[in-house]
Structure formats: structure tokens, C-alpha cells
């Protein structure tokens, strides 16, 4: 019996493989798994980790080798309690679905939690009368699961929400996020000249104004016209969405 732990560790393989092959054949696919699941339940558990695959025919690929406008990305955004996965609390949830220029669905939802800091509340807005009725993260957590499903996952400073939404994944045995990811905050540092580059600063930069900062679904529209923003600057000879990742990542101007 294979562990979960090695499961997810053959899956990252996976996902690196396919990062360097435009794509591989359903056998070495299920070699590269090595467990006990046909290719059927390996698929099937690849779209509940978020992996973005691609099947034609005998072969198997990234749906992310796909052009940026044929794609679909779910722009993200969280507020919380405080700055620690382990100890504080998700509070809201907002994501937008975007593809070639246009919405076509967005997530909203508080979350409940026992108390809100006075300063969370000074900086959001949200209070504890805002989320006494709002549903348990667990259930807020497993219809984002199925909102983001393979869709690329964006944020601006994205460490943070990336991580914070697969701890609290994790502490709610609900399976983490392995979606592909793009940080506007990055992606702006390489395709906007700004003297700063947070989301608010951004927003008044760039003449976004969106009047309102700190809610989840707000700052997630604000991300949004910052990506729009740098899909505008970028170079001809980035075509697809691993060539934005690797760009993105790239330390190099």
C-alpha cells in the first residue's frame, strides 16, 4: 500500500515531468504514479489535486502548454484572522473564473470562526455579527475545491493564500491544492513600472481605483485588471501558460 505522503510526492513528480515534455504516454503516466489505482482513479484523483491534465488519445500533457487566452485562471483572495496557517482563521473567501478577457463565474462566501481581533475587523470591515451564521470552513473549503477544480490559481503575493487555503485544506482532511499558480505581484514586478507594486498602491497607480480594499472578492478584482494590465506588456514569444509561469518565476528581467 502506497502512503499518501508518497502518493502526493509522485504526483509533484509527475507535474515536473510534464513541466520539461510537451507530453508523456498513459504508461509512463502510471509508472511515474507507481500505486495500486488504474489510470481511471489516477486521473480522477489528479483533478481533485487540481493538475491540469490534458488526455489525447495514448498521451498526456499540462492543459497549461495551452495559449494564455485559452485558458481558464481563478483569481483568489482571502482575509483572515492573522498571518499564521496553523493558528488563525480564514474569514472570507472571493475568487473570480477568467478566460480570454471575460468573467464567467465568481465565488464569494464567509467563514465562520469563534472571534475576529479588533484590528482585523479596523482593517476589513468584517465583524463577528458578519459570520455568526456563515457556514463552517470545511464547507466553504470544499465548494472552493470544486469552484477552482484544474483552473490556474492567481493571487497577488500568492505565497501567502496558496498556502494558508492548503493548510486549512489539510487540517479539514480535504485533499490540498496542486493547481498550477501565477503571483500578479510577481508578474507586475516584471511587466509594470511602478514605484510599488502592493495591490493597493496598484489600484491607485494604475488608474484601477476600485473603491473598495480588504474584502476578498474586491481585492480579487483589483488582481485581476493588474493581470490584464501585464498581459498587455508581454513579450510575443510568450504564447502559453507554463512560458507565463516560467517568466513569472524567472529572476532575471
Known amino acids: 500500500m502506497v502512503s499518501l505522503q508518497n502518493n502526493l510526492d509522485n504526483y509533484e513528480n509527475l507535474i515536473e515531468i510534464l513541466k520539461e515534455k510537451d507530453s508523456i504516454a498513459l504508461d509512463e503516466f502510471m509508472e511515474i504514479l507507481d500505486n495500486e489505482y488504474n489510470i481511471d482513479i489516477n486521473i480522477e484523483i489528479a483533478k ?13 500533457s499540462l492543459k497549461t502548454r495551452d495559449s494564455i487566452f485559452n485558458s481558464l485562471f481563478c483569481i483568489v483572495d482571502i482575509e483572515t484572522t492573522g498571518f ?61 475545491k470544486i469552484f477552482l477544480e ?38 507586475a514586478r516584471k511587466t509594470i513600472q ?24 474586491a481585492d480579487c478584482i483589483i488582481a485581476l485588471k493588474v493581470f490584464e494590465y501585464s498581459l498587455l506588456n508581454l513579450s510575443n514569444e510568450i504564447l502559453s501558460v507554463e512560458d507565463l509561469i516560467t517568466f513569472t518565476k524567472n529572476k532575471k528581467s
Request: net charge negative; hydrophobic share 40%; charged share 25%.
Open 194 to 217: 511602478a514605484p510599488k507594486y502592493g495591490l493597493g498602491y496598484l489600484n491607485e497607480f494604475l488608474n484601477i481605483d476600485y473603491p473598495v480594499r480588504h474584502r476578498a472578492f
Open 48 to 60: 481533485s489535486l487540481g493538475i491540469p491534465l490534458f488526455i489525447n488519445g495514448d498521451e498526456i
Open 150 to 187: 484544474d483552473s490556474v490559481f492567481m493571487a497577488h503575493n500568492i505565497t501567502f493564500d496558496f498556502n494558508f487555503i492548503n493548510e486549512k485544506l489539510s487540517q479539514n482532511k480535504i485533499p490540498i491544492m496542486k493547481n498550477r499558480t501565477i503571483c500578479t505581484l510577481q508578474l
Open 84 to 144: 499564521s496557517p496553523q493558528e488563525n482563521d480564514i474569514i472570507e473567501i472571493g475568487a473570480i473564473k477568467y478566460k480570454n478577457g471575460n468573467i464567467i463565474d465568481r465565488f464569494e462566501s464567509y467563514a465562520f470562526t469563534k472571534e475576529i481581533p479588533d484590528k482585523i475587523t479596523e482593517i476589513t470591515g468584517i465583524d463577528g455579527s458578519m459570520i455568526a451564521n456563515a457556514p463552517k470552513i470545511n464547507k466553504v473549503l470544499e465548494r472552493f
